[in-house]
């Protein structure tokens, strides 16, 4: 119950109709703390982006207020907007050990480690910030070291899943807290915010020991090299693969700068167990013979500058992919990323590699739990209303449909976008104002400096290309002193198009001759002349509409 | 047997390695006959491209060999390619009805219709083209009137299966022809080329009537309006579509173009069967009771322009859709559309529509065998060789295995790329000569205009814009008349980054002084030394390679 006047405010900054860029706020008087950090990979008509984060102005705007950032697991879409968010908000960080230990390096790379205080938590600890004290319980994923908060406020509990699974046989053996989550449904739960990425999927999703029972089968079948690809920060995989690689009595070398790095920190940090001399350098792959060595890499997206692709183009300085050998990719691709992935698998196929993949195989499971987990977590917290996050429109609206299932008032559902508040009072939610929230887009160093025009510009010349029509014109009588020259870049191969360009000149000679004996003087009504005639020309000839950029000169 | 010294060449020229642009060519002494002319959609990295063909180098080398071309079905990956094909090698065209029917469609557009000879087949047809006999079988598959052509010439029978499932219960009631192909087994098959779309698929494809019958119940259970789009080629599932419309007493409106053109088509060929009165004009929709309105609409795919996508947005002209409405998604995602589908999809939940699509439901069946299918043709046919066509290399490699799997030698088999041909003499096949294939790129109006250089400036261009310098100096002793000015195009917005270009400017200033000073006069260093001094400064500061063109103007 209230004691006061105030209210508290439930506001998604990010990962609320779209999958990436996780961050919530919470806010109660004059105390806010957010949850996660994350960023999301460019949509694809953000040409040349490299990352987008979440639009933080509102948090800017409240400054003072905010006690920290709380943050579940270590993976991109939860703390990958972190060392830009530090920039402008240096507020404490609190992470698990791993986490932590993951977020650091990124810290160093920023040139932010000595300055941003990070805090260590566990599933014992309890964190007071202001009006809420937050406490900590363990999920399955597919990541070591995440975690959910239960946030407790004035108005109530509210329970924060992040990213979960239930694993009833985890690699790490650290199940989730079960009793945990049952004991705060039985005290009440005023909300729950519950993670939507496979609301879509029926059943449960399978334990992870599944793909290391798979891992031991192509190990014992295969004749030859084993290189295996896998998503770099899921360690609890990576742990199957080396603890396969010593069962078969196989050494391992590790490729591909993400793996390396997560590797060397989780095993710094004890999340990895090793015997000494497993792991081998990659030099030393060729020295050994084939049925001794396991190559462990990125690249299972087929990403065009991973090491498996590399290694598949024989373009790897170190590893190249062998007739016989066995590549496994341990992951199933994320949306967008199917053909990459293909053309990877069919050139192994080509150099006669024997390739598992999932489409005929079970080398990957999710690290989301599907429909009846997502109900199980519903029937543990019971909470009186619902928020489903981490998830496109449709998969919050599949997960509602769950909600309901298991017992949730419909009108105590909140469906929301980035931006919207959810606000508590006296016990009753209700939808509050909406906040400013978006995209931030990362370009190289700039953050936030390509814009709408921007991307415009490079979706038109990425289609057909530009050309620079450069021409002198007389101050005295506007008579053409040099040019039209014509520049194509991206529409045209010039030596294949001669008759083409040439008419195009003609064009502009007559068009500014004609604009010239009519008198027209401004600047930009000669500049749209020449644009106009001239798309006009091509369009007729080619269908095309590149675009054009006159430069003329006065002399 | 050979009778002379003549051999049989098989050289696909599109349609393995890849999905999309079928083509195959079968050359005896003095004939060649094109077994389809399909097109395929560009890839990912080629920007701008509408369609790619074909490179048919080969055939025009050798015109007057060609005898015909014939065509399995009248999908775009099998006809798309044609029109640009007849205008350079104008041969007659033999399909099935329905199959000319779209393929008239497509010579009118580009004003070949008068120009070239269509010849209606059936599967009684026995078509005599040189040392060729061509005689048809029927197929099932995702659109009528599909066929396969057992091609006799001296060396052999060779079956070409062109694209098929086995449909126990063809909604048109027209199944395949077992005897046919089990008669030619018996009488001895040279070789089999064979579809390998779903060749990593366990099991059987079910019936297109299993769709049906998930289209019964959808308009069973819709309560509003429905709306239902699917493959506009796809008319076993429209048919469906109007006989569910008809069961349950409702009119049906089409809309998108090609759906309308296909049901034209069809129905006026007799392929579609409806009664009279139940099409309405997509304007009547809005005039009717929502229960009695049936919309079946082109975007299945999410793609942005078509009907599908227009009406989530209320974009388009005649239909919006309401909340309550039934909103049916009867495909399954192309490889690359996911995105845009799941966007759609998005979309019309918000509206509040019901959406029914293939992650929850059954509303698509492929039209492609699956492995027990293609294990099923294998047993009927018994090819002395295997040929797997009609697929990404994996997807071939994977045929391959089942062929052996029913007992074809494993050293009689070709995994081939296009160009590559396979040639037969005495009753033996071995690889043969490599020749010319390829993609021919279809941008606008132009063929083949546009090539590598084109498409890596556009690459460039969509990354990191275009930054142009113009600048004017003194012929006298090389001093800047005017500029340096800088336009910028999908770099940066100007007014955002008005220091950046500044210093840009100054950096350009300080080259061109230093070069001059230098006694650098030709051309090329001078822009050289602009395009690098800029082009270092600018990734220093943004981590960004924009294209750089420097225009210097003397006077």
Redesign the interface.
């Known amino acids: 119950m209230s004691k006061s006047n105030n209210k508290l405010s439930i506001i998604p900054l990010g990962g609320v109709?779209e999958i990436g860029k996780n961050m919530t706020a919470y806010v109660y008087g004059n105390d806010i703390i957010v949850v996660d950090a994350g960023l999301k990979f460019p949509?694809?008509e953000m040409?040349?982006i490299d990352i987008v984060i979440p639009d933080i102005t509102f948090l800017i705007e409240n400054r003072t207020k905010v006690r920290g950032v709380l943050i579940t697991h270590g993976h991109e879409d939860h703390i990958g907007g972190l060392p830009y968010f530090l920039k402008l908000l240096n507020v404490p960080v609190y992470g698990t050990r791993l986490t932590l230990g993951l977020i650091e390096g990124k810290l160093r790379e920023h040139g932010l480690l000595d300055l941003v205080k990070l805090n260590v938590i566990t599933n014992k600890s309890v964190i007071k910030l202001g009006e809420f004290t937050v406490s900590v319980f363990n999920n399955n994923h597919s990541i070591p070291d995440t975690v959910g908060f239960a946030i407790d406020t004035p108005e109530g509990v509210i329970v924060h899943t992040g990213d979960f699974k239930f694993d009833y046989t985890p690699v790490d053996g650290r199940p989730a807290d079960f009793f945990k989550l049952a004991e705060l449904g039985e005290k009440g739960v005023l909300a729950l915010l519950s993670d939507s990425t496979n609301a879509?999927r029926p059943g449960y999703t399978m334990s992870e020991r599944v793909v290391g029972q798979t891992i031991n089968d192509c190990f014992a079948s295969a004749e030859r090299r084993i290189i295996i690809a896998t998503f770099a920060s899921n360690l609890h995989r990576i742990q199957q693969i080396i603890d396969a690689t010593e069962k078969f009595g196989k050494k391992l070398a590790v490729v591909g700068r993400s793996m390396v790095n997560n590797i060397t920190i989780a095993h710094e940090l004890g999340y990895i167990r090793m015997n000494p001399g497993t792991l081998i350098d990659p030099d030393e792959v060729n020295k050994l013979p084939a049925e001794q060595v396991v190559v462990l890499s990125t690249g299972s997206q087929g990403e065009p500058m991973s090491a498996l692709t590399r290694m598949a183009r024989a373009t790897h300085r170190k590893v190249e992919v062998m007739p016989g050998d066995t590549v496994i990719i341990a992951s199933s691709p994320i949306?967008?990323n199917?053909?990459f992935i293909?053309r990877t698998?069919?050139?192994l196929?080509?150099i006669g590699a024997d390739?598992i993949y999932q489409?005929?195989s079970g080398v990957h499971v999710s690290g989301h739990g599907s429909q009846e987990e997502l109900k199980l977590m519903l029937n543990l917290v019971r909470p009186k209303y619902f928020i489903p996050v981490h998830g496109?429109?449709?998969m919050l609206?599949?997960h509602s449909e769950l909600a309901v299932s298991t017992g949730v008032d419909p009108d105590n559902i909140f469906i929301v976008d980035i931006g919207d508040s959810i606000e508590f009072q006296g016990g009753k939610g209700r939808l509050g104002p909406k906040y400013t929230a978006g995209n931030v887009l990362i370009?190289?160093?700039?953050v936030g400096?390509?814009?709408n025009?921007?991307?415009r510009?490079?979706?038109?010349?990425?289609?057909?290309?530009?050309l620079?029509v450069?021409v002198?014109l007389s101050k005295q009588d506007g008579a053409i002193?040099?040019g039209p020259d014509i520049?194509s870049?991206?529409?045209?191969?010039v030596r294949?198009?001669e008759e083409l360009l040439e008419e195009a000149n003609k064009i502009v000679t007559q068009t500014l001759g004609k604009l010239v004996s009519e008198n027209v003087n401004e600047w930009s009504s000669i500049k749209n002349g020449v644009r106009d005639a001239l798309g006009r020309y091509l369009y007729e000839?080619?269908?095309?509409r590149p675009?054009i950029?006159p430069?003329i000169?006065e002399?």
Do not use: C, N
């Not at 370009?443 to 700039?446: F, Q, Y």
């Not at 870049?489 to 191969?493: E, I, K, L, M, S």
């Open positions: 109709g949509e694809e040409l040349g879509e949306p967008g199917e053909k293909s698998i069919d050139q196929f080509r390739v489409a005929v496109e429109y449709r609206k599949r370009d190289g160093l700039g400096d390509v814009g025009i921007v991307l510009d490079r979706k038109l010349l990425s289609q057909d290309g530009i620079v450069v002198t002193l040099s520049i870049r991206g529409f045209v191969y294949e198009s000839q080619t269908r095309r675009m950029l430069i000169m002399v």
